[in-house]
């Protein structure tokens, strides 16, 4: 049974570049959730999509933007990148019929230089 | 909104010491959720429990048992005869039971474990 997997691993960007992250959720799930973790802190809900569209958005600028494609797998955009966006991207998948727990993936290390 | 205050920041023990992890959560829902993560050092966050407000049970789980108190609002951790590999950042989260999905997760608590 497939898990949550996130791709790439790691990540080095320049101030300014646009990034795109991206994440298959486990298998039998259909909604995906975007946290950030900045370096010492709790991960920050980012926003969640099922069925193509974004259901709930936490407090993120317009520059985090995401998609979610038929086969539930979803991706995470971030323009204009900042130094301050600089932390571990973790992605969560559940079933939104159940709305129960939320599995994570090892994340994606994005380093804004 | 919900907010999560683990006091304690960072907790060492020596290998099977018991420990508990307190968590406090503030939220103006009458139901909600409470969860329990673990974060080891490879960064991925492991799910452990998941607690509905409405059952204050008690639960075991190996050497893992929860205490979830509505009264004080705390739902705390203990790991009993703690061993290496439980070394992580454990995180306390509640999410409303309807109306919101998003997981509110504090600080966490780092702690280790020491053989």
């Known amino acids: 049974d497939a898990g949550v997997t996130q791709s790439p691993t790691h990540l080095i960007k320049t101030r300014g570049q646009q990034v795109t992250l991206r994440c298959s959720p486990k298998?039998?799930?259909?909604?995906v959730s975007w946290y950030q973790q900045a370096l010492g802190q709790g991960p920050q809900f980012i926003f969640q999509y099922y069925e193509e569209e974004e259901r709930q958005r936490g407090n993120f600028p317009d520059r985090f933007s995401g998609h979610q494609f038929p086969n539930y797998s979803s991706e995470l955009n971030v323009n204009a990148l900042l130094l301050g966006d600089s932390a571990l991207y973790l992605c969560?998948?559940?079933?939104?019929?159940?709305?129960?727990?939320?599995?994570f993936g090892p994340g994606t290390r994005l380093t804004v230089t | 909104a919900q907010k999560v205050t683990q006091a304690q920041t960072e907790i060492s023990v020596v290998e099977k010491e018991d420990v508990t992890l307190d968590c406090v959560y503030e939220t103006r829902d009458t139901t909600y959720y409470l969860f329990w993560y673990k974060q080891p050092p490879s960064g991925e966050l492991v799910f452990l429990i998941r607690r509905n407000s409405f059952d204050e049970q008690n639960e075991i789980s190996g050497r893992y048992s929860w205490n979830f108190q509505k009264s004080t609002s705390s739902f705390n951790f203990t790991i009993t005869a703690s061993q290496v590999v439980d070394s992580a950042v454990y995180f306390c989260?509640?999410?409303?039971?309807?109306?919101?999905?998003?997981?509110?997760f504090g600080k966490g608590t780092k702690l280790s474990v020491i053989p």
């Open positions: 969560a998948s559940s079933l939104a019929d159940r709305g129960l727990s939320q599995y």
């Open positions: 298998s039998g799930h259909d909604t």
């Open positions: 989260a509640p999410r409303p039971w309807a109306g919101s999905y998003q997981l509110t």
